[in-house]
T-cell receptor, first 110, second 113 residues
Framework: GQNIDQPTEMTATEGAIVQINCTYQTSGFNGLFWYQQHAGEAPTFLSYNVLDGLEEKGRFSSFLSRSKGYSYLLLKELQMKDSASYLCAVRDWDDYKLSFGAGTTVTVRA | SQTIHQWPATLVQPVGSPLSLECTVEGTSNPNLYWYRQAAGRGLQLLFYSVGIGQISSEVPQNLSASRPQDRQFILSSKKLLLSDSGFYLC????????????FGPGTRLLVL
């Protein structure tokens, strides 16, 4: 299995940048996912990293370092609608299953 | 495009009563299917997954069971609910390649009283 750690809460101002870190320990690695979950709703897929480096998708970017067991999700030009929980999930090698972190609740303030 | 449905959206059940939650996927064939539970303020816990009709893998021993009677249908059941079964139940699907992303249904919020 995996140990996945991410901060519990973060607060930022509208228009600012927030970086959500995720560290993991796994016996094998086959990809890291970021999901966004608004209160009371299902998670929605944001990004996927399997190789080292940065993946950019509009205002959201995700970075992976496999040697360090580390990823971050970068949210730029924050908007009020970005207030949500952000879930980091890791897939083990040769497995279909995902292991999820507890999630980071981001609050965007005006 | 693929869509995933879950019902009911909300359910209030007494302790000791049975449970049946249904999940169906449209627009794809032979998907992998998953049941997760999310307790209030906690992370997602994988309960069951299925790679084909009649094939169920259980991740957590408990009073829940799962079945896959058809290719795109996944059912979560219990014969007798416990208070601790309360939570947000999410069904997800993915393709069969191990690189595939999982996509979640809208979820069922279950409250056991």
């Amino acid at each position: 299995g995996q140990n996945i750690d991410q901060p519990t809460e973060m607060t930022a101002t509208e228009g600012a940048i927030v970086q959500i870190n995720c560290t993991y320990q796994t016996s094998g690695f086959n990809g890291l996912f970021w999901y966004q979950q608004h209160a009371g709703e299902a998670p929605t897929f944001l990004s996927y990293n399997v190789l080292d480096g940065l993946e950019e998708k509009g205002r959201f970017s995700s970075f992976l370092s496999r040697s360090k067991g580390y990823s971050y999700l970068l949210l730029k030009e924050l908007q009020m609608k970005d207030s949500a929980s952000y879930l980091c999930a890791v897939r083990d090698w040769d497995d279909y299953k995902l292991s999820f972190g507890a999630g980071t609740t981001v609050t965007v303030r005006a | 495009s693929q869509t995933i449905h879950q019902w009911p959206a909300t359910l209030v059940q007494p302790v000791g009563s049975p449970l049946s939650l249904e999940c169906t996927v449209e627009g794809t064939s032979n998907p992998n299917l998953y049941w997760y539970r999310q307790a209030a303020g906690r992370g997602l816990q994988l309960l069951f997954y299925s790679v084909g009709i009649g094939q169920i893998s259980s991740e957590v021993p408990q009073n829940l069971s799962a079945s896959r009677p058809q290719d795109r249908q996944f059912i979560l059941s219990s014969k007798k609910l416990l208070l601790s079964d309360s939570g947000f139940y999410l069904c997800a699907w993915s393709g069969t390649d191990k690189q595939e992303t999982q996509y979640f249904g809208p979820g069922t919020r279950l409250l056991v009283l």
